[in-house]
């Protein structure tokens, strides 16, 4: 019987670099999760739809269940655990918890990052550009105005940091 094939990457996660190696076919969040201890990214569809496995890969928002680790070779990572600073949350994640954007929290981490890429896109969206935006994200328990008004007070704070 053949071994299988096996491939050495480097991830930058969190500004962090890790070595591994990989199969060719295994999904970077299988990466994330089950080699790199990093929970936040959570597993729900698999194909791609639901929004709950968002990262940041070179700055822009992918589902991680739909890329093979060997694509983010070389590349920059960001999931749910690099946005704080030590114990210090991202505003974006503040304002999820200030302002009820989430309940079981499954999805949480997804629409964060997804926020946290709209806001640093458009650092003033109205309601309607956050619904078109945040469409990808599915959550089964909020009804989405929690979600809604998160975002709003993150973009209201940000705003308010970059003038000082």
């Known amino acids: ?10 991830l930058n ?10 199969k060719p076919q295994r999904l970077l969040m299988d990466c994330l999760r089950y080699d790199l201890g990093l929970t936040g990214t959570k597993e729900a569809c698999g194909i791609g739809v639901c929004g709950v496995c968002t990262i940041m890969l070179d700055g822009k928002i992918v589902s991680s269940c ?5 694509q983010a070779d ?6 749910i655990e690099g946005l704080a600073t ?3 949350l991202d505003p974006v994640q503040q304002a999820f918890i200030d302002h ?6 499954i999805c949480t981490p997804g629409m964060v990052m997804s926020a946290k890429a709209l806001l640093e896109k458009n650092p003033d969206p109205n309601e309607s550009e956050i619904k ?6 599915l959550c089964r328990c909020t009804g989405y105005y929690g979600i809604i008004n998160s975002i709003k007070a993150a973009a209201s704070i940000l705003k308010t940091e970059s003038s000082l």
Request: net charge positive.
């Open 100 to 105: 009820g954007g989430f309940q079981c929290g």
């Open 74 to 79: 070389g590349k920059k990572i960001t999931t």
């Open 13 to 22: 996660v969190n500004n962090e670099n890790y070595t591994l190696t990989v």
């Open 132 to 137: 078109e935006w945040m469409s990808g994200n």
């Open 1 to 10: 019987m053949k071994p299988e094939k096996t491939v050495t990457i480097t």
């Open 86 to 88: 030590g114990e210090q």
């Open 66 to 70: 739909l890329k093979f680790a060997v």
